[in-house]
């Protein structure tokens, strides 16, 4: 063989080698292009208006009722009245013959208390004028307190027989009240009351007897 013929056949040979070591690539066919990766795909988020949890109105706080200042404890005798001759009964006692002193008796007959004020009004049968005060009397504030059934007392006295007086059988009280109000005298048998222009007294009322006929 000649030396030209020999050299091709070599060549083809290691041209059918060549072509049996190289197999398709790991990117593809043979000397194909590699295949190109697919495209991952991309999560889409949803486009609008996300939704807001509802929100609850605020807790308004209750509304606290206004407190009343406690009410002060009410005065029990503010509405105790003067007595008057239509709350009592009235009677006169004789204490001592010779100054002609009598022992002069109220007693709440109303339903309610009622204030004794000052002394009693005591005008002695047809004479003209009426008892003179003797000792003081305590204020309106002060007076006795008379719940129904209490009596307060007062020391009535004629006087000593001096010869200018007279001896009435009878007299008349009505009670001092602070106002006008008309009253109807309460009359009280006094059998052998002589009385004086100048030394008959009569006292402020008291809560007993011994304390008006003392003073």
Known sequence: MSTVRRSAAVLVTLAAVALTACGPGEDGAAGGPA?????PSTSVTPTGTPT?????PPT???????????TPPADPDYDVFPCSTFDVTFTATLAEPTTSSYLLKITNKSGKPCRALGHPVVAFGDLDGRAV???PAPGIEDAIRLAPGESAYAGLMGGLKDGKGKTVPSIAMTMSTDSDLEQKPLKA???GLYVSPDKNSVTAWMTNAEDALSL
């Open 35 to 39: 295949a190109p990766s697919a495209t």
């Open 52 to 56: 807001k949890a509802p929100t609850e």
């Open 189 to 191: 048998s006094t059998p």
């Open 133 to 135: 005060e003797r000792g």
């Open 60 to 70: 308004k706080a209750p509304t606290k009722a206004p407190t009343k200042p406690p």
